[in-house]
């Protein structure tokens, strides 16, 4: 499989703190992309970082890239209720034009 | 501006019976592309395209049939429905190149029985 691999898979953390999550991916890549999936919906674009970055801010949002580990992180900060979603990471290859998604973090914020 | 459209939004298909899944984008998007997400197994991308007249397989392309006639569209056919199919069904779409992140529809929830 092509798919990338996240962790932890699961995360429950208290309204306020923060929340870091992990994705390896397989192949060199052209950019690496973060999205959160509300429970029943459709994927939303959260942020992307390309091959040449090494860390990207949005708002409450940080990631980081390791190329040489294959390896991203996205932080979000002082969590809220509303943050509970399924968040995955998408790489897209180098050489062809295929997104590969990993398995998901699904991240639970308690009020 | 509607964005990335799917039709239907849920179909139960019986064993053998072929289908097609609509997908339409307003965006004039070059890039459009079919996953499907399995519990534990997040997205798997089915087929893409870079462009009308223009498509390619992903990872699990068996039983699984595309077209891309106009920018706009990009149906994809199930041939002859298996229970293994059941999943729920995205199509996204993306600038080609620029880095922009994918547009996601709202998918379909296929059961075959």
């Known amino acids: 499989s092509q798919q990338g691999e996240e962790d932890p898979q699961a995360l429950s953390i208290q309204e306020g703190e923060n929340a870091t999550m992990n994705c390896s991916y397989k192949t060199s890549i052209n950019n690496l992309q973060w999205y959160r999936q509300n429970s029943g919906r459709g994927l939303v674009h959260l942020i992307l970082i390309r091959s040449n970055e090494r860390e990207k801010h949005s708002g409450r949002l940080r990631v980081t890239l390791d190329t040489s580990k294959k390896s991203s992180s996205l932080l979000i900060t002082a969590s809220r209720a509303a943050d509970t979603a399924s968040y995955f990471c998408?790489?897209?290859?180098?050489?062809?034009?295929?997104?590969?998604f990993g398995t998901g973090t699904s991240l639970t914020v308690i009020p | 501006n509607a964005g990335v459209t799917q039709t239907p939004k849920f179909q139960v298909l019986k064993t053998g019976q072929s289908m097609t899944l609509q997908c339409a984008q307003d965006?004039?998007?070059?890039?459009m592309s079919w996953y499907r997400q399995d519990p534990g197994m997040g997205l798997r991308l089915i087929h893409y395209?870079?462009?009308?007249?223009?498509?390619d397989q992903g990872e699990v392309p068996n039983g699984y049939n595309v077209s891309r006639s106009t920018t706009e569209d990009f149906p994809l056919r199930l041939l002859s429905a298996a229970p293994s199919q059941t999943s729920v069904y995205f199509c996204?779409?993306?600038?080609?190149?620029?880095?922009?992140?994918?547009?996601f529809g709202s998918g379909t929830r296929l059961t075959v029985v």
């Open positions: 998408a790489s897209l290859s180098n050489t062809g034009n295929q997104f590969y």
């Open positions: 395209s870079v462009g009308a007249g223009i498509t």
């Open positions: 996204a779409s993306s600038p080609l190149q620029t880095g922009g992140g994918y547009t």
């Open positions: 965006m004039n998007h070059e890039y």
